[in-house]
């Protein structure tokens, strides 16, 4: 399978505003430091397969997000 550019995020269902995530988002606004993709933007939707397993058995690969690649709300 390949979707060049897309990516599917897995939210735990304890997380308590996952609505808040759907939509488009501005890298300039939550990356540390973008670099050449200041102007790039990601629109996350919701996605129907119910498991990460479901996910890996259709071709996508398991990556990690690191704290340390978002700027902080402090």
Not at 8 to 27: M, S, V
Not at 30 to 52: H, M, Q, R
């Amino acid at each position: 399978m390949q979707s060049p550019g897309s990516v599917i995020i897995e939210i735990d269902e304890t997380f308590p505003e996952f609505k808040r995530l759907l939509g488009a988002h501005k890298w300039s606004e939550f990356l540390v430091d973008p670099g050449d993709e200041a102007a790039f933007v990601s629109k996350i939707f919701y996605c129907t397969w119910n498991s990460d397993r479901d996910v890996q058995k259709n071709g996508w690969k398991r990556i990690d997000v690191q704290d340390k690649w978002f700027k902080s709300k402090a």
